[in-house]
């Protein structure tokens, strides 16, 4: 029989869309991702980008507290191994908020399997979803949630020394020991930028943040973090060419060149963090639905999350390139489970 609704997808999105039609009474099924050592590499496992975050202090809710009581009381004791609580006053992590979503999920009945979406067909229905481990699924309704990946610059070093060095995530690399006491470099002008900046420069020498413009993109709080931060030196209107490094020792430096003038040099570090912005995860798609020019999809009705095919609906990051907050990506998710929940009562579906 087939699905009410299948959600895929497991950031802010998908469990705020699985909270609301769990309690529609859809019943929905979640694919939440596989976690497998490409989703690592790519920062595609479940529960998001948000669980590659430290702390979360603008999602509403969780002013800085003291929340691991509330966490450990609220969170399955299955699932509280897999990360860490922090015991002393904070405001909720990203690990700590997508669990506890995960869990808000589960209690009113969400249905997840634990593996990544491989191919769907959206031109038969009820739609066809098959997953990596070759689970067949048929679905009256579905919400893609699965959110984006971090970019790279594409350079041939980069790719070399990936995991010897080269990273797209501070949080979930930036306190090993590699990386500790020596100088570090972060590419972006960005919020994310500034953030893995600040957050490098407790474990780091020096943190050189290199961007190719003189003037950063972050908000203007993130950027008085950084400039008032002594470890922090920002390296205006550079681009890293080539990652410099060996066999032995990984990344050994970055080649800077200017964007204003000819002028190259050679910079030490034992590590660069990449934080260019990011790609929507839609290649399973295998182009079904209408993207825009930068591969997002596209919302086709304004004020809903319908997309080009009718009954396929999208939330979060995946559609949206312009917010990309937790909050807007909850907040759409909970609209995809109304928008689905009026189509498939207005279908005579459910
Ligand atoms: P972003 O705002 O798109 O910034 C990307 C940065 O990378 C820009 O400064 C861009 O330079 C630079 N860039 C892009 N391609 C490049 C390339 N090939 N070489 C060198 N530099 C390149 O992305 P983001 O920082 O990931 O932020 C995404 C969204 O998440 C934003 O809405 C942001 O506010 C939000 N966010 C919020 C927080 C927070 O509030 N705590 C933390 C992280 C992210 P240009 O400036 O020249 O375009």
Redesign the pocket.
């Known amino acids: 029989m087939a699905e009410n609704v299948v959600i895929i997808g497991s950031g802010p999105a998908g469990w705020a869309c699985a909270i609301y039609a769990s309690r529609a009474n859809l019943n929905p099924l979640v694919f939440e991702g596989a976690i497998s050592q490409e989703n690592y590499q790519n920062g595609t496992l479940p529960l998001g980008q948000l669980n590659l ?1 430290t702390e ?3 999602y509403p809710g969780f002013p800085n507290g003291e929340l691991a009581g509330y966490i450990r009381s609220s969170v399955d004791e299955k699932y509280i191994n897999g990360f860490q609580i922090l015991d002393e006053k904070h405001a909720v992590t990203g690990p700590e908020l997508m669990n506890l979503m995960r869990q808000q999920a589960v209690n009113f009945g969400t249905r997840i399997i634990t593996d990544d979406i491989q191919d769907v067909n959206f031109s038969e229905r009820p739609f066809q979803i098959r997953s990596a481990s070759g689970e067949e699924v048929e679905a009256h309704a579905v919400v893609i949630a699965t959110g984006a990946r ?2 790279y ?2 350079l041939e070093s980069e790719d070399q020394f990936k995991n010897r060095g080269v990273s797209a995530c501070a949080v979930c690399d930036g306190a090993l020991p590699r990386f500790r006491d020596v100088p570090l470099v972060v ?9 893995e900046a600040t957050y490098l420069s407790k474990f780091a020498s020096v943190v050189y943040l ?4 003189d ?5 203007k ?2 950027i008085d973090r950084a400039v008032n931060d002594p470890k922090i030196e920002i390296v205006w209107n550079h ?2 060419e080539e990652v410099l490094g060996d066999d032995e020792h990984g990344v050994t430096g970055v080649r800077l060149g200017s964007t204003v003038d000819d002028a190259v040099r050679d910079v030490e570090a034992s590590g660069m963090f990449v ?4 790609t929507p995860n839609t290649l399973f798609l295998d182009g079904q639905l209408e993207m825009n020019e930068a591969g997002y999809i596209k919302w086709t009705e304004s004020f809903r999350t319908n997309t080009s095919v009718e009954g396929v609906f999208a939330a979060g990051d995946v559609a949206d390139d ?4 937790a909050i807007t990506s909850a907040g759409t998710g909970c609209m995809a489970a109304l928008d689905a929940e009026r189509w498939l009562a207005a279908s005579g579906l459910h």
């Open positions: 975050t979360v202090e603008n971090a970019n610059l594409g590419v972006g002008g960005g919020d994310s930028a500034v953030e290199v961007h190719r413009r003037q950063l993109r972050a908000s709080i993130m681009v890293v934080a260019i912005g990011h312009y917010y990309r907050q």
